[in-house]
């Protein structure tokens, strides 16, 4: 089973930037779809982005869009999330998630629940 690490979570101001990154223990994205979720207080776990490291297609929830950038890092195995233009409502833990690449669906990579590996999760704060 992949082991994944999180890390760049803070506190930062609205209107602000922050970069998360999920590495791997021991063992190469290569095969597998990486998902980035979050979840607020209260609030069920929701999907952010998702990037397939072997075809390197990416989507995003339409809330980040436009504002969030999911890439790879091939030289150091992992998958950053670049975070801008963050506001209050984007506050909650990150967690970064895998999944074999098997599935052609879209929708398949938007549910937490066929994800497979988790990471114990960043914690992102944007003040008012």
């Known amino acids: 089973q992949v082991q994944l690490v999180e890390s760049g979570g803070g506190l930062v101001q609205a209107g602000g930037s922050l970069r998360l990154s999920c590495a791997a223990s021991?063992?190469?994205?290569?095969?597998?779809?990486i998902g980035w979720f979050r979840q607020a207080p209260g609030q069920e776990r929701e999907f952010v982005a998702a990037?397939?490291?072997?075809?390197?297609?990416?989507t995003y929830a339409d809330s980040v869009n436009g504002r969030f950038t999911i890439s790879r890092d091939n030289a150091k195995n992992t998958v950053d999330l670049q975070m801008n233009s963050l506001n209050a409502e984007d506050t909650a833990v990150y967690s970064c998630?895998?999944?074999?690449?098997?599935?052609?669906?879209?929708?398949?990579?938007?549910?937490?629940?066929?994800?497979?590996?988790w990471g114990q999760g960043t914690q992102v704060t944007v003040s008012s």
């Open positions: 998630a895998t999944t074999p690449a098997r599935s052609s669906s879209r929708d398949y990579y938007y549910r937490w629940s066929n994800y497979l590996s």
């Open positions: 990037i397939n490291w072997s075809a390197g297609g990416t």
């Open positions: 021991g063992v190469t994205f290569s095969g597998y779809v």
